[in-house]
């Protein structure tokens, strides 16, 4: 079989049967998306092999003792900051990288609106999606729902409808629904209506079926697979370390090889997700055996610390500018809330979000077979 060279970069000529990205995360914290400590969730994938990867590490850090590069105990010292700065500049320059970082809080917002208010709107013949008009509304509701909605209300119904989500009993339905009453709902009834005044069945039905999640893990795969697809030149496979926490990525990793039917869906402006994908191959490796895992380490590393410095969770650490501007645009995906609308409206139009949501619940990671989604699959 004709090999071809892996990940080939400008210190190796390795050669292996697919090119390979590596994929760490950081911040998984699983349903819960309100998780105080860990505001923002990300991943990073970087197509570079094991040698250059080993080279990088000793050109920039000749003196490691440690078993492992691990991003957050170098970034404690601000003697490492210019090496690992300059690390991640190499990465980017040189290497096939995109990183992905999410505010939890506004995606749980995204969620709500999904599941507890899109449904209504659906059966009603109304493209809630429209242009992005739900990007629009969640920001909007990141931003003033505690103060439109009452700030422990909003904050109460927020908790409530991750816990129904969870749960999916007619018990945690019923506190939702008494959630969403308890707020000024009337002052929003766009977005707290179908819950508030109509307990609307079609949304309870929603976030009841199998398979709708508050998981994280399925939002920042498809945003790094979509650039994954778009970077390689044909199939690749995934690597990943052995933590708990990616066994969840693991297995959506392989559900999402696992589909074979032909479709493709429009996510904005810059990213689409075609299947059959590209991606052949998931595998978990030890990280300490995995020079490559450990860059993957330092670039989510140091991108959620950004995050978290920029919104004055957090300080200490590399400067969070310097980290963000050694990015290029196709690089770095992020979702936070926006108050420019009309930028989302542009960036969203056309977007086919209800579709692509209805197929990957119903389809790739939803109920069994003989359950049917709204599209009649």
């Known amino acids: 079989m004709k090999a071809q060279l892996e990940n080939q ?14 994929i760490d995360e950081s911040g998984y914290t699983g349903y819960d998306l309100l998780n105080t400590d860990q505001r923002f969730q990300g991943a990073t994938a970087i197509a570079i092999s094991d040698a250059d990867a080993a080279g990088l590490i000793k050109q920039h850090f000749p003196k490691l003792q440690a078993s492992e590069l691990k991003y957050r105990s170098l970034s404690r010292r601000s003697v490492n900051h210019p090496r690992l700065l300059a ?25 709500f609106l999904d599941y507890a208010v899109e449904p209504y709107y659906f059966e009603r013949g109304i493209d809630f999606y429209e242009n992005g008009q739900n990007y629009a509304m969640a920001s909007m509701l990141s931003y003033a729902g505690p103060a439109l909605l009452g700030k422990e209300a909003f904050e109460a119904l927020l908790v409530a409808f991750q816990r129904a989500v969870k749960q999916k009993t007619p018990a945690s339905l019923r506190d939702l629904v008494s959630a969403a009453r308890r707020t000024k709902w009337r002052e929003l009834p766009e977005a707290l209506g179908p819950l508030a005044q ?32 778009a970077m390689a030149g044909g199939p690749y496979r995934v690597e990943h370390d052995q933590s708990n926490n990616l066994l969840s990525y693991n297995e959506l990793l392989q559900r999402f090889i696992d589909h074979k039917e032909p479709i493709e869906f ?82 969203r139009q056309g977007t086919q979000a209800a579709e692509m949501i209805d197929y990957l619940t119903y389809n790739v990671f939803g109920p069994p077979s003989g359950n049917r989604g709204r599209d009649g699959r």
């Not at 970069?9 to 590596?22: D, Q, V, Y």
């Not at 976030?207 to 790094?224: E, F, M, N, R, W």
């Not at 990213?271 to 059959?276: D, E, G, N, R, V």
């Open 9 to 22: 970069g400008p210190a190796t000529g390795e050669k292996l049967a697919m090119e390979c990205f590596r």
């Open 87 to 111: 690390l991640q500049r190499n990465l980017l320059s040189d290497y096939k990288c995109v990183t992905y970082v999410c505010d939890k809080r506004f995606l749980l917002v995204l969620k």
């Open 198 to 229: 109509y307990a609307a069945p079609e949304c309870l039905e929603a976030i009841s079926t199998p398979g709708v999640t508050t998981d994280a893990a399925l939002v920042v795969l498809q945003s790094l697979i979509s650039r994954m697809e």
């Open 266 to 347: 429009r996510q904005s402006a810059i990213a689409s997700l075609k299947f059959p994908l590209q991606l052949a191959e998931v595998t978990q490796v030890n990280s300490k055996a995995s020079p490559a895992v450990q860059l993957a380490d330092v670039m989510i590393g140091a991108a959620i610390e950004a995050a978290n410095n920029l919104v004055g969770l957090r300080t200490g650490g590399l400067d969070p500018e310097a980290v963000t501007s050694l990015y290029r645009e196709d690089q770095f995906i992020h979702l936070l809330p926006s108050i420019d609308f009309d930028e989302q409206r542009r960036f």
